[in-house]
Protein backbone atom coordinates (compact mmCIF):
# COMPACT_ATOMS: atom_id res chain seq x y z
CA UNK A 1 0.00 0.00 0.00
CA UNK A 2 1.87 3.00 -1.03
CA UNK A 3 1.36 6.03 1.31
CA UNK A 4 2.66 10.08 1.54
CA UNK A 5 4.45 10.47 5.15
CA UNK A 6 6.55 13.68 3.69
CA UNK A 7 9.85 13.02 4.64
CA UNK A 8 9.05 10.93 7.92
CA UNK A 9 9.74 6.98 7.34
CA UNK A 10 7.33 4.72 9.63
CA UNK A 11 9.61 3.05 11.93
CA UNK A 12 9.32 -0.84 12.62
CA UNK A 13 7.77 -1.93 15.97
CA UNK A 14 6.44 1.31 16.16
CA UNK A 15 2.25 1.00 17.18
CA UNK A 16 -0.03 2.20 14.52
CA UNK A 17 -3.36 3.74 15.36
CA UNK A 18 -5.61 5.16 12.17
CA UNK A 19 -7.51 8.17 13.27
CA UNK A 20 -10.51 9.52 11.67
CA UNK A 21 -11.01 13.29 10.75
CA UNK A 22 -13.57 13.51 13.96
CA UNK A 23 -10.55 12.74 15.83
CA UNK A 24 -7.65 14.67 14.12
CA UNK A 25 -10.81 17.93 14.10
CA UNK A 26 -10.33 18.21 17.89
CA UNK A 27 -6.52 19.08 18.06
CA UNK A 28 -7.89 22.58 16.79
CA UNK A 29 -11.09 22.52 18.44
CA UNK A 30 -11.95 22.45 22.06
CA UNK A 31 -15.09 20.19 22.32
CA UNK A 32 -15.88 16.79 23.83
CA UNK A 33 -13.33 13.90 23.54
CA UNK A 34 -10.57 16.69 22.71
CA UNK A 35 -8.49 15.11 25.58
CA UNK A 36 -8.65 11.52 24.48
CA UNK A 37 -7.70 13.18 20.44
CA UNK A 38 -4.49 15.28 22.35
CA UNK A 39 -3.43 11.91 23.75
CA UNK A 40 -3.22 10.05 20.96
CA UNK A 41 -2.05 13.17 19.39
CA UNK A 42 0.92 14.10 21.92
CA UNK A 43 1.83 10.14 21.71
CA UNK A 44 2.82 10.62 18.11
CA UNK A 45 4.54 13.90 18.78
CA UNK A 46 6.36 11.91 21.38
CA UNK A 47 7.41 9.47 18.99
CA UNK A 48 5.93 6.71 20.55
CA UNK A 49 3.03 5.93 18.18
CA UNK A 50 2.48 6.21 14.35
CA UNK A 51 -0.47 7.63 12.88
CA UNK A 52 -2.06 6.41 9.78
CA UNK A 53 -5.18 7.74 7.62
CA UNK A 54 -6.27 8.28 4.13
CA UNK A 55 -5.76 11.26 2.11
CA UNK A 56 -9.09 12.56 2.74
CA UNK A 57 -8.15 13.39 5.94
CA UNK A 58 -6.92 17.14 5.62
CA UNK A 59 -9.69 17.96 3.53
CA UNK A 60 -12.10 16.34 5.74
CA UNK A 61 -10.69 18.34 8.65
CA UNK A 62 -10.32 21.79 6.85
CA UNK A 63 -13.86 21.05 5.68
CA UNK A 64 -15.30 20.60 9.33
CA UNK A 65 -13.26 23.90 10.73
CA UNK A 66 -14.40 26.05 7.48
CA UNK A 67 -17.76 25.48 8.68
CA UNK A 68 -17.23 25.26 12.29
CA UNK A 69 -16.98 29.10 14.45
CA UNK A 70 -13.90 30.93 14.62
CA UNK A 71 -12.50 29.62 11.33
CA UNK A 72 -11.51 32.44 8.70
CA UNK A 73 -9.21 32.23 5.98
CA UNK A 74 -6.20 32.64 7.95
CA UNK A 75 -7.32 30.29 10.80
CA UNK A 76 -8.14 27.38 7.85
CA UNK A 77 -4.50 28.35 6.54
CA UNK A 78 -2.74 28.26 9.49
CA UNK A 79 -4.49 24.67 10.32
CA UNK A 80 -3.64 23.74 7.08
CA UNK A 81 -0.16 24.03 7.59
CA UNK A 82 -0.50 22.59 10.91
CA UNK A 83 -1.83 19.34 8.93
CA UNK A 84 1.45 19.12 6.91
CA UNK A 85 4.03 19.82 9.74
CA UNK A 86 2.55 16.58 11.46
CA UNK A 87 3.65 14.14 8.64
CA UNK A 88 0.83 11.34 8.78
CA UNK A 89 1.21 8.64 7.35
CA UNK A 90 -1.41 9.02 4.62
CA UNK A 91 -2.66 6.98 2.27
CA UNK A 92 -4.48 7.32 -1.10
CA UNK A 93 -7.72 5.93 -1.41
CA UNK A 94 -7.05 3.90 -4.91
CA UNK A 95 -6.64 0.12 -5.93
CA UNK A 96 -7.14 -2.03 -3.18
CA UNK A 97 -8.13 0.11 -0.56
CA UNK A 98 -10.63 1.80 -2.48
CA UNK A 99 -12.33 -1.38 -3.59
CA UNK A 100 -12.58 -2.11 0.11
CA UNK A 101 -13.99 1.36 0.88
CA UNK A 102 -16.63 0.37 -1.16
CA UNK A 103 -17.45 -3.03 -0.17
CA UNK A 104 -17.46 -1.50 3.29
CA UNK A 105 -19.67 1.70 2.62
CA UNK A 106 -22.41 -0.70 0.64
CA UNK A 107 -21.81 -3.60 3.95
CA UNK A 108 -22.38 -0.84 6.72
CA UNK A 109 -24.29 1.89 5.05
CA UNK A 110 -21.90 4.51 5.85
CA UNK A 111 -20.21 7.41 3.76
CA UNK A 112 -17.50 6.19 1.18
CA UNK A 113 -15.01 8.44 3.45
CA UNK A 114 -15.77 6.72 6.49
CA UNK A 115 -15.32 3.85 4.66
CA UNK A 116 -12.43 4.42 3.72
CA UNK A 117 -10.91 4.70 7.55
CA UNK A 118 -12.43 1.38 8.40
CA UNK A 119 -10.73 -0.25 5.40
CA UNK A 120 -7.58 1.02 5.95
CA UNK A 121 -7.83 0.20 9.63
CA UNK A 122 -8.39 -3.44 8.82
CA UNK A 123 -5.88 -3.77 5.46
CA UNK A 124 -3.39 -2.92 8.46
CA UNK A 125 -4.86 -4.91 11.55
CA UNK A 126 -5.10 -1.95 13.53
CA UNK A 127 -7.60 0.06 15.60
CA UNK A 128 -9.34 2.70 13.63
CA UNK A 129 -10.26 5.01 16.38
CA UNK A 130 -13.52 8.09 15.65
CA UNK A 131 -15.23 10.37 18.02
CA UNK A 132 -18.35 9.53 15.20
CA UNK A 133 -21.02 7.72 17.63
CA UNK A 134 -23.29 7.82 15.02
CA UNK A 135 -20.66 6.08 12.72
CA UNK A 136 -19.60 3.19 15.73
CA UNK A 137 -23.62 2.65 15.66
CA UNK A 138 -23.51 1.34 12.30
CA UNK A 139 -20.17 -0.41 12.76
CA UNK A 140 -21.30 -1.51 16.46
CA UNK A 141 -20.06 -5.24 14.26
CA UNK A 142 -16.83 -4.07 13.83
CA UNK A 143 -14.50 -4.70 16.49
CA UNK A 144 -11.58 -2.40 14.97
CA UNK A 145 -13.78 0.75 14.93
CA UNK A 146 -13.44 2.21 18.31
CA UNK A 147 -14.29 5.30 20.52
CA UNK A 148 -11.36 7.57 20.77
CA UNK A 149 -11.46 7.66 24.52
CA UNK A 150 -10.81 4.31 24.39
CA UNK A 151 -6.95 5.69 23.45
CA UNK A 152 -4.38 5.00 25.91
CA UNK A 153 -1.45 7.04 26.02
CA UNK A 154 1.42 4.85 25.14
CA UNK A 155 4.28 4.25 27.56
Known sequence: MELHRGDKEVERGKEIVVLDASVVVKWF???KHTDAALRARDDYQAGKTDIWSTQLLPFEVLNALR???GYG???LKTAAGALERYRL???P???ELAEASVSDAVTYGI???????VALARMLGR???TADERLLAKLSRVEHAV???EYRSKA
Open 147 to 149: HVE
Open 93 to 95: VLG
Open 67 to 69: YGP
Open 89 to 91: ALS
Open 127 to 129: RMY
Open 29 to 31: VEE
Open 111 to 117: TLYDAAY
Open 73 to 75: LEE
